[in-house]
């Protein structure tokens, strides 16, 4: 038989196949009245890349925070750390808000969600925050983020 699969008179087995682009990122775009806000904007664009309808209720309330030498690094390692307790916890971060403070050179994000438990929803997975195409910046007043998620 060796590696062609043949139907029983002999003949090749039809089949046909194409070969298509495949892309294995989301991007999340959010925009706020403050960094803090885009934070925040940004994590539930986080959630909202797992399940098709947002969880309206259950789970526990979890704080923390964070802090980075810069702006784009403290929304990367935030939304790393929001994978990283997702995973640990077993529960989907939601309803994220977030606190964003500079002190002396040296950003810090507090945040607290609501995190629902992965076994009461139906969620994709998200692999991780990428720094690819990343943006934070401020447009006319406003703040905006771009953060792409491998997924």
Same mark, same amino acid.
């Given at each position: 038989?060796?590696?062609? +699969? ?31 806000? /885009? &934070?925040? =904007?940004?994590?539930?664009?986080? =959630? =909202? ?14 704080? &923390? ?10 929304? &990367? ?8 307790? %997702? ?12 606190? /964003?403070? !500079?002190?002396?050179?040296? #950003?810090? /994000? !507090? =945040? %607290? &969600? %609501?995190? /629902?438990? $992965? ?11 990428? @720094? +690819? ?8 007043? %406003? #703040?905006?983020? @771009?953060?792409? $998620?491998?997924?």
């Amino acid at each position: 038989m060796g590696m062609n +699969s043949h139907t029983g008179d002999g003949q090749p087995a039809s089949g046909e196949f194409e070969l298509r682009s495949h892309t294995a990122d989301v991007a999340v775009e959010a925009t706020g009245d403050s960094i803090s806000a /885009v &934070f925040g =904007a940004t994590a539930e664009g986080l =959630a =909202a890349a797992h399940v098709d309808t947002l969880p309206e209720d259950g789970g526990s309330t979890h704080e &923390f925070s964070v802090t980075a030498e810069s702006t784009s690094a403290l929304l &990367f390692d935030y939304l790393d750390r929001l994978i990283y307790l %997702r995973d640990v916890e077993s529960v989907l971060p939601v309803d994220n808000e977030a606190r /964003v403070t !500079e002190e002396n050179g040296e #950003w810090q /994000v !507090e =945040a %607290r &969600f %609501r995190g /629902v438990p $992965l076994q009461s929803i139906a969620a994709r997975e998200v692999k991780a925050a990428t @720094y +690819s195409e990343m943006d934070l910046s401020q447009q006319d007043g %406003r #703040w905006h983020a @771009y953060v792409v $998620l491998d997924v």
